[in-house]
């Protein structure tokens, strides 16, 4: 059965980080371009950050950009968001996702466009 498994989320005050892990089963990353995303509360799902199975190469939302950071562990196939200097708009739900095969890359963080499989989410709450 294929599964991902997003963790980690919490409580942290404004300026802190968090580590969030997505775990996968039923399937590896290494052929997979993994995604984070994230919806808050009355907004629509925004894409946060991708890493390209083809070479690696990461991509962020501007809002991310500069603060967080995507990586992958293959042996453990899990994938990472470090999250540093969070802010209370950092709020949301988080998901990863991943995709194989995909046309574009940007295309799916700015869309979820491709994406195969989708996690649960894990709540990430910023206090001010």
């Not at 052929?31 to 919806?39: A, P």
């Not at 083809?54 to 196939?77: H, L, P, Q």
């Not at 969070?86 to 996702?97: F, G």
Request: glycine share 12%; net charge negative; charged share 15%.
């Amino acid at each position: 059965e294929v599964q991902l498994q997003a963790s980690g989320g919490g409580l942290v005050q404004a300026g802190g980080s968090l580590r969030l892990s997505c775990a996968a089963s039923g399937f590896t990353f290494d052929d997979y371009t993994t995604c984070w995303f994230r919806r808050a509360p009355g907004k629509e799902r925004e894409g946060v950050s991708c890493i390209s199975s083809d070479d690696g190469s990461t991509y962020y939302a501007d809002s991310v950009e500069g603060r967080f950071t995507i990586s992958s562990d293959n042996a453990k196939n899990t994938v990472y968001l470090q999250m540093n200097s969070v802010n209370p708009e950092d709020t949301a739900v988080y998901y990863c996702a991943a995709g194989s095969g995909l046309a574009s890359v940007i295309e799916a963080l700015l869309t979820g466009a491709g994406m195969d499989y989708w996690g649960k989410g894990t709540q990430v709450t910023v206090s001010s």
